[in-house]
């Protein structure tokens, strides 16, 4: 879909009070201000009085015949979309650190902060692999090279992981059924009861011991040792009603607005569902004084973080939520942000849409000692966030790359001539201090990729590097020594784009995208290797392509795999001809040269399962793991030394 996003059902549209005009208009509803770019600022509510008066007055004028959404299926026009319309937004986003000291010498999962784990499909400690596919949780021991266990999650979609000692921290999201309905059978919800269930495994035992079901949808996590913090945003749970037979859209609408202010608080705040050694509980998740909200807001969507110590039970997650929506996290071994850039704010639905400002919040929270995270800071910046990797924060400045100019607001479709004219892109790096309770601006440096926008960016101690593309690929290096005073100072254009940047040492980079002609048709995957020494003139000394073809690591850096001790890099490809061909691609970085060392393909009969995802190494062996099974192959040479398939 070429510059649009799907949003599936009013479940995703509720969680940003998205609406769609109906013909009934109520003019008499005072718009609420437009944010312009000036400081964010959250205040906690003081009672739960208080907290549902606000809520109630914030939503109130986005209240519509249908709810607050109009539909089932609406489109984000504009929205950053890959080369094959993959939207960039939303995938948790990838990452690359070194490993802390090992007993044993393995990769681990491609993270962007050291000592900051990500949750993934794998997870390995050198002397195990853990994996999640089609439902089941999978141990591999690696020194006889069998499954050792295997831990089946039912019907529940299992997408990530975190893993600390014997304890494994599985998320799963989806259809999960939430207490009982509100809405009365003859008044179906366009929004399915969706929501996340977090699922504590004992890996000795192979065992399921505690689960907890939210109503709020995953948005990423973070783990630091044993301490996992995770971030769900959920949406209120109103008893809208709708025109029908026997009620027109004004009688629809009067229905809905009465609603709205008879609502209890509660249908505001996250619920759940907790089952510890088959012990249940369930309720509210999230009391009103661990609720903080923005001076301005529409009441539509909350984010909730979550902390877990895997080594004990799961608990209720000692949740703290604001009053707000959430797109992107990044976190340090300090502080854990949470970005919301806006896209799906609301629109009055009774007047012309508002061309608002373009912009980023950001939210700051503590988590540098034992408990749940703490609100320290909030702040705004122009533009909005490719991913995880467009925030960096190093000695004690949060680097930021956003792209203005490139979106439509979501989703009010408006006619060609009325829609104001869209201002050319650029793209920008501000720096952010924290100044009391603010995030405040120390300076900013544009101009990067005029009429383009961002497909990568790395930051690397006090070096940034941008990737911008259209029709060319202009690589940009920064100087980030003095945050008042940021600058460009190289540029490299190419053709094609990387979409992941990943340090090599030694004054290189590797890039991981697409190639591209010169009219910015892309034509397969291409692996750069660039010369960043001299930040003033950065060239490519290398390049691999492999024509029709993509690869997970474009969008999931999860997928990268990169060795320094031997230049080991391998990534997943699949590849275009007369059928679609799935295998892993692994080059060597050899000084200046990238040398093709081959190709890792499952058997014949596994390849139906859409090839390896990732690949580890263990000692002098490659891993590569799929949802149809394990294949070990060797470092050198790689040849085939065993083949461990799933059962079903």
Same mark, same amino acid.
């Given at each position: ?11 995703? %549209? ?27 600022? +959250?205040?906690? @509510? ?29 489109? $984000? ?59 089941? =949780?999978? =141990? ?30 599985? #998320?799963?999201?989806?259809? #999960? ?20 269930? +977090? ?11 505690? *689960? ?25 749970? =109103? ?18 607005? /009465? ?46 973080? =979550?902390? @877990? /110590?895997? *080594? !004990? ?65 909030? !702040? ?10 467009? %925030? ?43 100044? !009391? ?14 009429? /383009? ?26 100087? %980030? ?33 697409? /190639? ?13 290797? @660039? ?21 997970? $690591? ?7 795999? @990169? ?63 799929? $949802?149809?099974? #394990? ?18």
């Amino acid at each position: 879909m070429n510059g649009k996003k799907l949003l599936a059902g009013t479940a995703v %549209l509720a969680v940003a009070g998205v609406c769609v005009s109906s013909a009934v208009r109520d003019d008499s509803l005072a718009p609420p201000p437009v944010v312009d770019q000036g400081p964010v600022r +959250l205040v906690a @509510f003081d009672s739960c009085d208080n907290a549902v008066t606000e809520l109630r007055r914030a939503m109130a004028p986005y209240v519509t015949a249908y709810g607050l959404g109009g539909g089932p299926t609406m489109y $984000a026009e504009g929205m950053a979309t890959d080369s094959g319309g993959v939207v960039q937004k939303s995938v948790p986003d990838a990452r690359a650190a070194t490993p802390p000291e090992q007993q044993q010498e393995h990769s681990t999962t491609n993270v962007h902060e050291k000592g900051v784990d990500e949750p993934d499909v794998v997870k390995t400690d050198g002397k195990r692999v853990v994996s999640i596919a089609d439902g089941k =949780l999978r =141990l591999v021991d690696v020194a006889s090279r069998t499954v050792t266990g295997t831990v089946d999650l039912g019907e529940r979609r299992a997408s990530q992981l975190l893993v600390s000692g014997d304890r494994a921290l599985v #998320v799963t999201e989806g259809p #999960v059924p939430m207490l009982k309905p509100t809405l009365p059978p003859d008044r179906p919800s366009f929004a399915p009861e969706s929501g996340t269930e +977090l699922v504590l495994v004992d890996l000795k035992a192979l065992k399921e011991i505690s *689960s907890l079901k939210t109503d709020g949808f995953y948005l990423d996590a973070r783990q630091i040792g044993g301490t996992a913090r995770v971030v769900v945003r959920s949406q209120p749970r =109103l008893p809208w009603v709708y025109p029908d037979q026997t009620t027109n859209e004004a009688g629809s609408l009067r229905r809905n607005k /009465e609603i709205l202010q008879n609502e209890p608080v509660t249908s505001w705040l996250p619920r759940y569902e907790l089952n510890e050694n088959g012990a249940k509980s369930s309720g509210t998740l999230v009391d009103c004084a661990n609720v903080s909200h923005p001076v301005v807001h529409s009441g539509a969507s909350m984010l909730t973080v =979550l902390t @877990f /110590e895997l *080594s !004990g039970q799961l608990g209720t997650g000692r949740p703290v939520s604001i009053v707000a929506d959430g797109d992107t996290v990044y976190g340090t071994d300090r502080s854990l942000y949470i970005a919301d850039d806006h896209r799906l704010l609301p629109q009055i639905p009774s007047r012309t849409p508002v061309q608002r400002p373009i912009s980023t919040a950001i939210h700051q929270f503590d988590i540098g000692q034992a408990g749940p995270p703490k609100h320290v800071a909030s !702040g705004e910046v122009n533009g909005t966030l490719l991913n995880q990797y467009s %925030l960096s924060e190093h000695d004690g400045v949060l680097r930021v790359a956003t792209t203005t100019g490139t979106e439509t607001r979501c989703c009010w479709r408006m006619p060609a001539d009325v829609q104001p004219p869209q201002p050319p892109s650029e793209s920008f790096v501000t720096t952010l201090r924290r100044d !009391g309770g603010q995030l405040a601006k120390v300076g900013q440096v544009g101009g990067l990729g005029k009429g /383009e926008r961002i497909y990568s960016v790395r930051f690397i101690g006090r070096t940034g590097y941008v990737v911008t593309f259209r029709q060319t690929d202009p690589l940009y290096t920064l100087d %980030l020594s003095d945050p008042a005073k940021p600058r460009v100072t190289g540029e490299l254009k190419i053709t094609g784009f990387s979409a992941y940047l990943h340090p090599a040492g030694d004054g290189k980079l590797i890039g991981v995208g697409q /190639e591209a002609t010169e009219q910015g048709r892309t034509t397969g995957t291409q692996v750069s290797l @660039f010369d960043v020494a001299n930040p003033a003139s950065p060239r490519r000394l290398a390049q691999y392509h492999l024509p029709n073809s993509s690869s997970e $690591a474009q969008f999931d850096p999860h997928a990268f795999l @990169f060795w320094p001790q031997d230049g080991t890099l391998v990534i997943p490809v699949s590849s275009y001809k007369a059928n679609h061909e799935f295998s892993s691609l692994v080059l060597r970085v050899d000084g200046n040269q990238l040398r093709d060392s081959g190709t890792i393909v499952e058997p014949a009969s596994a390849n139906d399962y859409g090839g390896p995802r990732r690949t580890i190494v263990i000692g002098d062996q490659l891993w590569s793991i799929s $949802a149809a099974g #394990v294949q070990v192959n060797a470092r050198n040479g790689l040849a085939q030394q065993a083949w461990l398939p799933f059962t079903p």
